[in-house]
Nanobody, 126 residues
Framework: QVQLVESGGGLVQAGGSLRLSCAAS????????MGWFRQAPGKEREFVAA????????PYADSVKGRFTIARDNAKNTVYLQMNSLKPEDTAVYYC???????????????????WGQGTQVTVSS
């Protein structure tokens, strides 16, 4: 079993920044891909960013490209999402997820991920 715990969410004004963290326990995740997704009220869960095991491949959703940065610290079993220039449309519950196995393709598909955190709320005021 893998447990993922997100933190770092909160209320921020438009243009501000937040850094989300996702700490994993139960298994060393250094060999696996990790992803961030978000879900706004009344909307489906959508892909935000992903990172492969080494950190040298980091696809992003077009809506966050250039503003968000995903990173990982394998020694701490933690993945991060630095969010800059936040917009009201970024308001959502943000979830991290881990994808077991060696394949990284189709990283934006939530069905490819095996374990999920409970989510952390990010609210951006205008």
């Amino acid at each position: 079993q893998v447990q993922l715990v997100e933190s770092g969410g909160g209320l921020v004004q438009a243009g501000g920044s937040l850094r989300l963290s996702c700490a994993a326990s139960g298994r060393t995740l250094s060999s696996y891909a990790m992803g961030w997704f978000r879900q706004a009220p009344g909307k489906e869960r959508e892909f935000v960013a992903a990172i492969n095991w080494s950190g040298n491949s980091t696809p992003y959703a077009d809506s966050v490209k250039g503003r968000f940065t995903i990173a990982r610290d394998n020694a701490k079993n933690t993945v991060y999402l630095q969010m800059n220039s936040l917009k009201p449309e970024d308001t959502a519950v943000y979830y991290c997820a881990v994808r077991l196995g060696a394949i990284f393709g189709d990283s934006g598909n939530p069905l490819k991920y095996h374990y999920w955190g409970q989510g952390t709320q990010v609210t951006v005021s205008s």
